[in-house]
């Protein structure tokens, strides 16, 4: 996944092009399946489900863009 992050037009990809400017390519890669073991863990103690955050912070750009990450909702979605 690390390999494919240039070509990631979201949020995600923006923040491991951003660790992989800083780190070796090891260590983004743990850093990647830490940060998605966290969403994960956060997601199933919470009880929610994973709502995306990413695409269009990610277009603009920047460091809001990096900050986006996944954000679990807090509500679940109305029919």
């Not at 996944?1 to 923040?15: C, D, H, L, T």
């Not at 983004?28 to 969403?39: E, H, S, Y």
């Not at 489900?49 to 909702?73: I, Q, S």
């Amino acid at each position: 996944m690390v390999y494919r992050a240039p070509q990631w037009n979201s949020a995600a990809g923006v923040w491991v092009r951003g660790v992989l400017e800083r780190r070796p390519v090891r260590l983004a890669t743990v850093a990647l399946a830490n940060k998605m073991a966290r969403i994960a863990w956060a997601l199933m103690t919470r009880k929610e489900v994973y709502h995306p955050k990413g695409r269009v912070a990610a277009a603009g750009g920047g460091l809001a863009a990096a900050r986006c990450g996944a954000v679990p909702r807090t509500t679940p979605p109305s029919p």
